[in-house]
C-alpha cells in the first residue's frame, strides 16, 4: 500500500497518508485511457452542425426554360444540387454522438490514469485547503510556495476538494489553466489533461472508498446473491401453509354428478304427465 506525504499551504510536511493500493497501485493502460477520453468527449459534443438540402433550400420550384430548343442545360429547379445556392447532397444532420461505456471501465480507467500522476510525481496531497479570504493573490501565493508554477507559462492543476469550500472555488476561478473539482466530478479528461493533481487529505479518503473495487460490491454483492436463495427457500413453506389454509377455509363444492342426476329427473317428470292428458282428451 503506497504512503504518501502530506503538506500544508507552507509546503512542510504534516504527516503520511496511505492510498489505497488498487486505487493508486494500478498499472498503466494506454488503451483503456483513450477509449475512456474518447467516450468523454463524445458525450460532451453538441450535434448540431447542419447543413440545408434541396428541400430546406429557398426558392421557385418550376422549371425555368423548356427542356429542348434553348441550347442550354435541360434543368428542372434553381434548388437542385447543381445550381449554385441549391441544396448540399449528403451534408452533416443534427445527430447524438454519445454512446454508453461500461461503468467498471470507467472507474478502470481513472485507477490507471491517478496511479501514473503518483509514478510520475505529479500527485501532491495537502493537508487542508483553507483560504481565510477569496482574494487571488493568496491563491497564487499558496501555489508558488508549494512550488506549482512554472517558469516562463503556467502549470495545468487540477484541484480536488470539497465545492463548499467556497474561498478555494472564488479566488481560484480567475487563474488560467487551474481548475476545481470534487472527487465525485473527477473525470478522465481533466487527469489527463493536467499536468499537476492537488488532492486534499479528505478527497484522498472519498477516492479510496469510490475507485476501489473491493468497496464497489465485489464481496458484498456475492454475499448478497448467497442469501437470495436461502430465504426463497424459506419462503416456500410459508407459502404452502398459507394455501392449505385458505384451501380448508373454503366451501366444499357440489360434485358434478349431483347436477346431471337433476338434470335427468326432469323429463322423466314430464313423460309421467303426458298420458294423463290424453286420457282426458279421450274422454
Given at each position: 500500500m503506497p504512503t504518501v506525504k502530506v503538506r500544508n499551504l507552507k509546503n512542510k510536511e504534516v504527516g503520511e497518508v496511505s492510498l489505497s493500493d488498487a486505487v493508486f497501485?494500478?498499472?498503466?493502460?494506454e488503451s483503456l485511457i483513450h477509449a475512456a477520453v474518447m467516450n468523454y468527449q463524445a458525450n460532451g459534443r453538441q450535434g448540431t452542425s447542419a447543413t440545408k438540402t434541396r428541400g430546406d433550400v429557398s426558392g421557385s420550384g418550376r422549371k425555368l426554360w423548356k427542356q429542348k430548343g434553348t441550347g442550354r442545360a435541360r434543368i428542372a429547379s434553381l434548388r437542385s444540387p447543381l445550381w449554385k445556392g441549391g441544396g448540399n447532397v449528403h451534408g452533416p444532420?443534427?445527430?447524438d454522438w454519445s454512446?454508453?461505456?461500461p461503468k467498471k471501465m470507467?472507474?478502470?480507467a481513472l485507477r490507471s490514469a491517478l496511479s501514473e500522476r503518483l509514478r510520475e510525481g505529479n500527485l501532491i496531497v495537502i493537508d487542508e485547503l483553507g483560504f481565510e479570504t477569496a482574494k487571488t493573490r493568496d491563491f497564487l501565493s499558496?501555489?508558488?510556495t508549494l512550488g506549482l508554477t512554472g517558469d516562463k507559462k503556467q502549470t495545468k492543476m487540477l484541484i480536488i476538494d470539497s465545492l463548499d469550500n467556497e474561498n478555494l472555488v472564488l479566488s481560484s476561478r480567475n487563474v488560467p489553466k487551474t481548475k476545481v473539482t470534487n472527487s465525485f466530478g473527477l473525470n478522465i479528461?481533466?487527469?489527463?489533461?493536467?499536468?499537476k493533481l492537488v488532492i486534499s487529505k479528505s478527497a484522498i479518503e472519498e477516492l479510496n472508498a469510490l475507485l476501489d473495487p473491493t468497496r464497489e460490491g465485489g464481496k458484498e454483492v456475492e454475499a448478497v446473491v448467497e442469501e437470495a436463495p436461502k430465504a426463497k427457500k424459506a419462503a416456500k413453506p410459508k407459502a404452502e401453509k398459507a394455501a392449505d389454509e385458505t384451501a380448508e377455509a373454503k366451501p366444499a363444492k357440489a360434485p358434478k354428478k349431483a347436477k346431471a342426476e337433476k338434470a335427468e329427473e326432469v323429463p322423466v317428470a314430464e313423460e309421467t304427465a303426458a298420458p294423463a292428458e290424453e286420457a282426458?282428451?279421450?274422454e
Open positions: 497501485g494500478a498499472e498503466l493502460n444532420q443534427p445527430r454512446y454508453n461505456m470507467r472507474r478502470g499558496a501555489v508558488a479528461y481533466d487527469i489527463i489533461y493536467h499536468e282426458t282428451d279421450n
